[in-house]
T-cell receptor, first 112, second 113 residues
């Protein structure tokens, strides 16, 4: 089983739609969680951190479910500019050092 | 702050040539990482460093070497370039601590012919 798993998609959604992605992780001792966005041929950039209580940033909402070991990202009122690959990132400690594990990403295509 | 910078942006190598991909960060981050990303695929960790003088292998280290003589610099060396090393290479850094995010450089696009 992969440490971090995501549905690769693509998710093709019309403008204005709501779309949700999930990401599961296998290490129950994981300590911090993030969603990154990666545009085609560009570097990944932090979209938002994911907190236990859930958090919102404009049209984006992130949730963490530690019991079921998954995180989610909800995008409301999708814009064409939201088209990108969304990477789930999980941090933990391994051998005394921080370990960062990326999912392979979920591709979103917002269509007019 | 410039953040994480990488040079060169693009490079074409012939099989068997060697080169060094440069990575520098000015955020005084302890941790630095090298990833490669093949077309349509996810990031794969090549090497990482938790501080000056300390490096360790990631998921796909074969064919690469690294050094970390300073906090700022983390160069990646390809000794004998092979077509399988055609990829986009990203360097990233983070401050120690699991709540911190990674900051990425813009990437180096390498083609080996």
């Amino acid at each position: 089983r992969k440490e971090v798993e995501q549905d690769p998609g693509p998710f093709n959604v019309p403008e204005g739609a709501t779309v949700a992605f999930n990401c599961t992780y296998s290490n129950s001792a994981s300590q911090s969680f993030f969603w990154y966005r990666q545009d085609c041929r560009k570097e990944p950039k932090l979209l938002m951190s994911v907190y236990s209580s859930g958090n919102e940033d404009g049209r984006f909402t992130a949730q963490l479910n530690r019991a079921s070991q998954y995180i989610s990202l909800l995008i409301r009122d999708s814009k064409l500019s939201d088209s990108a690959t969304y990477l789930c990132v999980v941090n933990s400690y391994s051998g005394g050092y921080q370990k960062v594990t990326f999912g392979t990403g979920t591709k979103l295509q917002v269509i007019p | 702050n410039a953040g994480v910078t990488q040079t060169p942006k693009f490079r074409i190598l012939k099989i068997g040539q060697s080169m060094t991909l440069q990575c520098t960060q000015d955020m005084n981050h302890n941790y630095m990482y090298w990833y490669r990303q093949d077309p349509g695929m996810g990031l794969k960790l090549i090497y990482y460093s938790v501080g000056a003088g300390i490096t360790d292998k990631g998921e796909v280290p074969n064919g690469y070497n690294v050094s970390r003589s300073t906090t700022e610099d983390f160069p990646l060396r390809l000794e004998l370039a092979a077509p399988s090393q055609t990829s986009v290479y990203f360097c990233a850094s983070t401050r120690a601590g699991t709540t911190d995010t990674q900051y990425f450089g813009p990437g180096t696009r390498l083609t080996v012919l």
